[in-house]
Structure formats: C-alpha cells, structure tokens
C-alpha cells in the first residue's frame, strides 16, 4: 500500500475546514512541520545514513551534511576505532596537539576532531537524518501506512488551533503523539544514543578519549 502524497496528506487535513483556500497554504507548511518533527523524534533504521569525511592537516572543524540530526558513530576507517564523543568545553581545554583524531565534539558550526588532524583520514560517519521537505503534490510521505498519518494528525491539530477549538486541536495531537509512539517501537533504530549538534549533554557518565598529551 502506497503512502500518502503530499497533496492527499494536504486534502485530508482541509476537509477539517469550511475554506480550503484560507488555509491551503498554512496546511502544507503544518505538513510539513509534522515530517520534519517526526524525524527529529524517531531515529529509525530508514534515516540512518553514511557519510565520509576527509580530514586536512591543521583542520580541526569540518561540516556536517545539511541533514544531520544525530551521530551513530564516527570511525577511523584505517584503525576501524571509533572516535569519541565529548564535550566541546573539554576540547577547548585540552592542551593543543596534532595528530591522529580521536575524540571529537559538535558545536553549531559542525564537527570539531581532536588532536587536530595532522595529515589526510578518512573518518566514517553514520548518523541519523531528517527527511526532505515535501515540495512536489505527487511526493510522497516518508512514512509507510499507517504512519503516512502523522503528519496529517500534527497539521490537523495546527488547523484547529488556528481555529482557536483547542478540545479538537488537543485530540488531533493525542492522536499524533499516540501514533508516534506506536512508529517509535515499530521502525525505531535500538542503538546507543549518539549526539545531536548541541553541547553540554553527555554528563559524567561516558567514556574519556585514550591519547597521551603532548
């Protein structure tokens, strides 16, 4: 069974509503919206992607693809050790060294490597991505049925909070949430979570880089 196109999903949340051509727009946008917070929720195993990163010598930052969500993992691929993740605080107080990467930490530039690459690495990185934006009516909703529904749920209770029936608005929402939960343990990726590009939320509880400082 097919999933929903975007001009269907769009269809479906209008019929809520006596003028279409109002809301059309807003609609596609809500639409839209939903996709993209499904996606920063649920780290399925259809929104793991690969991505290569060759390091400079002297380079120390480099960007993440337009869209990451979160690190599955960052490996050396000639060693095949992981890197680890850390704090970009604790890198800005480590001495300076070059070498061989092996920690690393996102700030909202990208992905800073530590020691600083001190010649070329190939760096493998796994990480979980948002889906793309909806623009076309025959595109399709990236989730199979039943989920193609969420994003309909999420861009009906939007409608009816512009409508101002928050009973309606908070019932469409419990259906999104409801459903979203049900996707999380249908297609969610177990795994050990890795980071998004936000600092400072690893704790103390992790594992410290293993390199010896200059």
Known sequence: MASLTYLEATDEVLAHCADANVYRAR????VNAGVALVSRQTQTRDSLEDSTITT??????????TTFVRVKSLTDTETTSGLVPVDIEEIDD????????????????G???YPTPNGTYSLRLRYY???????LDSDPV??????????????TS???KAEDDAEMAQFHRAEFDRLLGE??????????DGPRQVGGTWGDARPYPSFNRP
């Open 94 to 109: 480590y001495d300076a060294s070059t070498g061989r990467p092996t920690c690393y930490a996102l700030d909202e530039n």
């Open 111 to 113: 992905l800073i490597l």
């Open 183 to 192: 996707y999380r343990a249908d297609k969610g990726h177990q795994s050990v």
């Open 56 to 65: 400079a010598a002297n380079d120390s930052s480099y960007d993440l693809p």
């Open 129 to 135: 991505d948002t889906s793309a934006e909806l623009t």
């Open 142 to 155: 990236p989730f199979s049925p039943p989920y193609d529904q969420l994003p309909v749920f999420y861009a």
């Open 27 to 30: 609609v596609k946008r809500w």
């Open 158 to 160: 939007q409608l009816f």
